[in-house]
């Protein structure tokens, strides 16, 4: 008779006994850490990624400094708070432009870190020369990571290991920003250290777009010390000669390397060779492009700083200001504009040497200029463009299709583009001026100007020189020679402005060499009206902008990043102002 | 093994035949008439043995007739509101009734177990499925509302046909929110509960029960944590056949219009937020302008009232339900067939298909018992309904909430919502127009979202199934029976994508003509079909014990049982690609001396697969006293009066496996595919997350202190004060971990440290009373009261000049945090220059006149987020409540139900942050804004100054926290029962007529037309609906 209570006491029992197994995860194809670099693919995958928290690229760059002012400043949008309201510890990462780059970076470091412990004894198959290159990939890697926060961070703590889930914060310090920079020379050291390879020299093969190269730790090295010797940052770690040397060596190395500015105009579509080199796509142009050190992502200028007469375009965007019309130089290379005799940047102070005419504000111009902005009577491919207050693509205060400062983007934009195909052109992220530009901040603090510097493999250059180069490639005669070293500073803080017009450099320039708060309290624009005998130029200014604050010089660390190492540490890690 | 299995299976049933034999025995024929002190028939009443057995019900005459079996002595006749009574075997036995308010004879369903309400001692809260059905609401989970102590009900969205409502048990038991479990008929749905719920039409309910105390919630083990919603289905009950014929035809409308702007208004207050920017007088529109406007009779000047063009004011609901019930001694049955329709209050304008939406929603079940043998029995239960939805495809899917809001982000002042047809001077069509007109700020028309984006259809189709044996082991030890069930639930939707895309045209600037640009790169397209189907499904095993014996006055009960479910979600859901795995099994003893001491114990043991080996299982003891005072001889002779006295105590661990992770918590995800930023390297290996090998399930500590009160069998008091505990929640164990060490957060294993806290009382009280033969009367309510804490879960506190260092931890789960608004100068706004000057401060931007004042908490002259203070006290209402009655005065029946909620507060900063959405939204509110002119006029302001940008008024602030407690009256229905002579006459033995209305009218405190007490913001208002309804028994 006990039979019977067999089956159901049977499966309760069942349920208490056995039903352990019942519930465990038969295999899900995961493994564990350990197993990461037994395997050579896994090994690989791990380096891949590595990659993953590259900076990307933004069209929108120019519209964050005194470069342009966005007609997208819509109520809530990043460029409301950014010229309206100011931004906040806890807020910054949420609006600023590329975020809270923080965590992105570390944990790209960290998984560096994991990376290049892991390597040597990895038992996964591979050459040694492999090896090597992955693991040069990845020293290139972590500096390029570091270079990034140190650049908008300042002083950040010094990580080379994997902490783990179990680490006791109690002691942790933030490094300075000379030592965060010693490990990215040497990081970058420890890469161009390595034999030249399949997986890591000074080219990439097809299909290798992307990787870290020596190139890339080259240019690593250039921008760290240069940024290290700005005044933002400099803490007296380097001596200029130290940043002489390494800048000089740089540029020395991509000399011999191969790296040379782009020079081939494009005269059928009415481009100059500065013009041309934004249109091409760097990766299929590499065996032609070698200006290009790192990164380029194709952008829709035509749709997202476009102009109203063109179907389909959404928004106006970056749209220049008068501040960058004005700095562009007359094409004899003259200054037209030295200064402005009113707090309000409304009455400019023209150098009648010049030949700038204020009724014909955009004759005989930088070449550089027609390239990079659309003004009141340029042409896109047959159409003309009329920024004047009633023309076809008039300022607007309130359509985001329409200028707000009387000029628009045309740097990247090709005139075919439309709604049916985009022809227009990539934002890179390191490209070869950069190399010329620091060597020559650096030299003419060290020696001044002119003096002439061995390059090594018989170059010579000197800060003029290398300055001269860029403007070369432009179509704009030289730097006069024998300028004090004030004088050259600024020609050269100037020049670079123009060549990186509505790039990312101008926005940490600003901030390196303190002078946000001078260049970014307000922009201004030029309203234009039309008269029956021509045009008046009038200009104005936009409100105070709450972001030329100097605590913007670097960013904040989030609230709760902050609230934590008080709590394990007791020292405040946030940056000033915040 | 096999073999094994086989034959033991194969013996087993040649046991029972051989029993089948040895129980035929002599048997009692047994008939009588079950009446009323008024002599009135009761029907209804069920008539059981000893241990619930030989189950038999009264006929519409009150009369019965069975035969009971030799060994039964004793019979008990019970019903729903009458004191029940057990009567000695004879041959013709005639029962009257007595009436008792206090339904101690209700039979309480736990889900897996059962108890009678006279020695209940845990605190639970239950509702008929005849009560739940005057309800208008087509959801299950809709017509819950006021009706359950204990339970507080949140309307989520009024999205027609997607109406659904958030049930929350004693408020939140943990910090990850979270809302009630599900159980149907014994087995448990936690996973898409309130879909569950859906599926099951109101007609088929025949109780629902509210789990609310630890004790009670024990056996659900794991999954118990958040307390547990018991439904129970009709079964049938011997007797004739029984049909119900219910018919409604129901009208729906929106409970509120929200006040659109008029153009000329739109346009006055466009310039007044340039000009409160100071953007002088007339940025957007000249006076001019706006006189046009006014005019209303300038096509290039239009009016346009997206709200009356795309909603209608109507919509309709028809039902239709027929059950049957009946059965002999050997087989009962229980059968429901059910059809509902559901219209949507779009108008929609589209020649090629009709995106309005509706629902057929088409519902089946038969329940069957069957009684095998003497001593074999089983069930079925065979439900399923198909569903069948059409929405606009609008924003994927689920668009008419989004559609919905648009309608009031589109300016009157623009044309539309199409270009006009253009005619040359002789007549001639030049241009066709007809194309959708938006904004450059503007992506979507609403008329495009619904007449120009497809539709969307979806079918689901749900099957549930449970069958179950049952073996009276009474040969073996009186009381003894074992049984088994398997249930099945699946669920297919197949749904039909059509989409469609159109050109947007914006108006060009110049207002005196009437030309369009295209806008975007968007064109029009055809109609595109897509598929997709998901699915899912419930499978689970159970095996129990029962053991149930009076031993003269000991009353014993026990059940033991072991569940194994499987949950197999083909949903696309994050985490679903594994089955969720779980394992209940307990046992329970009842046991009460006398039903005068009444105990029980239970003690749960579950498993869950979210834990690792050797952490996955939980031991979850409860245990219940209760003493019922007022059936003491004593109490009976000195106090009469008291006819209920009965103090309850209960303890219980509960706990919670939805911890808010992804599956498999306690495993790191490593893994490798192809992909990655860099082709070259040809593989990608991903650390998703870090996982912690010693993850435990959350326990619960939950206490309940209660007492039941009843004076002179017309009124029941009954009170709970309950407190509930967890110290081992699981968190991200990163609040001391930054997060530079390179770890994403999100990856870090979480660990079992964090701590919580839950208190709160339920108070109920029940009126109720017959008058006289004629005259009926019941009235009552509840009022629940429920406070979280979250006592710690590792907060790094802010600096120590912040206001309120911490923002979780001492607070309620959902607590906001805003600034505070200086009410010093009467308004709480500055009203001249000096006032801003004199002011801290802003960090967020600069103040301008008209805007809030807010308090610097910590006194360092500036506002910034160091002063933001606690705002509203969590996401839940404080105070949750419903009352309601019922009369009857002979034929005629009224009833009645009020729900409510107090100490609730919802924040609506979000009013300011439309002024600059898009083009700008504005609503009732913003009339009585603030201007320099209203301010000298002493003229009503109760809006701060608006802005067409961001403004230092739209950071959250208590200015727009606002009281949402309201009172509405959920449900008022007038029936009348026609005479029976009429009845039969029309070949029924009775008919009702039903009139019938929800949500009829609200009170709150919100005096606006833009806002509302519940759901979502812009999103759809509850609807009012009446009801005619016909109710005819066969």
Redesign the interface.
Known sequence: ????????????????SS??D????KS??????D??FT?R?????????C??Y?PTTYLHAGSFTDDAEDSD????STF??WY???L????FQVINFDGGP??DY??????C?VFLISIDNATAYATDSEKAGWKAQAYTLRAFYYLQLVKRYGQ??L?LE????S?D?AS?KKATVGQIVQQILDDCDSALATPSSADYSWDI?D?????MTKAVAWAIKSQAITYAKSPLFDDGTFTIDKALEITKEALSQFLSNGYELWNEADPENGHNAYATYFLYNPNDMRAKDKETIYGGNQVAVW?NAGLPII??V??AGSCPSQDLVDAYEMANGETPITGYNDANHLKPIINSASGYDENNPYENRDPRFYSTIFYNGSKRGTSSIYTYETGNCGIS?????YTTTGYYLRKYGDDRSN?NSNYDGYVRIMRLPEIYFNFAEIAYQAKGADEKIDLGGNRSMSACDAVNAVRARAGMPNFPTGLTSDLFEKKYRNERRIEYAMEIDRYFDLRRWKILSEKTQFITGMRITKESDGYTYNRFRFENR?TCEDKYLLYPL????V??????TGE?WQNPGW | MIYKKTISIMLFFLMIMNLQLKAQGIRTEVSGTVTNKYGEPLSGAIISSENDKGLYITDFNGKYSFTVEENVSKITFALIGYKSQTKFVDKVIDVVLEEDAHATSENINFGFTKQSRDVLSNAVSSVSGQTLGKSLMSRLQGTFSGRLSGLTTVEETFQPLYEDVNMYIRGFSTYHGGTAGVVIDGILYDNYSHDVLFRISPEEVESVTVLKDGASQALYGLRGGKGLIVITTKRGIPGKLKVNVNIDETIQEPSYKPYFINSSTYASLRNQAAYNDGLGKNYFFSDEQIEKFNSKDDPLYPNTNWYNMLMRNLSHQQRVAVDATGGSDIVQYYANVNMIHQGGFWHTDQKDYNANNSMYRFNMRGNIDVKITPYLSGYANMAGNIIRRHDPAGVAGSGNDNIYSMLYYMPSTLYGPLTPTVYDAEGNVIDNGGEVITTTKIGSSPYGMLNRSGYYTQTNTNIYSQAGLNLDMSFVTPGLSIGGNVGYLSYITAVLTTTQDYARYTRDDDWNSLSFTQHGTTQNTDLAYGKSTALYGYLSYKGEVNYARNFDLHHLKSNLFGIYQNFNDNTGNVGSQYDFKRIYSGLEVQYDYDKRYAVKFDLGYSGSDYFPSGHRFLWTPGVSVAWIASNEAFVKESLPWLSLAKPRLSYGITGNDDIGLDRYGYLDQVKTSGGGKIGYLGYYTNESSFGNSSLRPEEIKKYNIGLDLGFANQLTLSVDFFKEKMDNGVFRSTSFIPSYQGISLGAFPAINFAEYENKGYEIELNYSKRINKDMALRIGGFLNYNKNIIKNIGESPNEDDYAYPYRSEGFPYGQSFGYLVDYSNGNGMFNFQKEIEASPEYSFGTPRLGDLKYQDLNGDNIIDEKDQAPIGNGSLPRYYFGFSGDFSYKNWELSFLFQGVADYYRNFTRLVSNESIYDGRYSDSHLNAWTEERWLNDEKISYPAISTSKSTSSEYNDYFNKDCSFIRLKNLELAYTLPQSKALKLGAKSIKIILGGQNLFTIDKLKTRDMVVEGSYGAFPIYRMYRLGIRAQF
């Not at chain 1, 067999?6 to 029992?13: A, K, T, V, W």
């Not at chain 1, 570390?106 to 998984?111: D, E, H, P, T, V």
């Not at chain 1, 994997?162 to 889930?165: C, R």
């Not at chain 1, 205060?397 to 299709?401: A, C």
Request: hydrophobic letters at 30%; charged letters at 20%.
């Open positions: 008779m006990k039979n019977y209570l067999y089956f159901p006491f049977l499966f309760i029992i069942f349920c208490l039903c352990d019942l519930l465990d995860l899900n194809g995961t493994i564990t850490m197993e990461v395997d693919n896994r090994t690989r995958g791990y380096l891949n990624s990659y993953n590259l400043n819509t109520a809530y409301d708070y309206n309201t100011g906040s510890a806890s807020r923080w965590s570390f944990q790209g470091i960290r998984k870190n950040i703590p990580l994997d902490y783990g889930v680490h914060y942790e093969r299909n290798q777009w992307g990787i749709q179907g389909g959404s928004k205060e309130t359509n985001i299709k709604r709450p989030t609230l709760t990043e609230n934590k190492m008080m709590t394990l405040n």
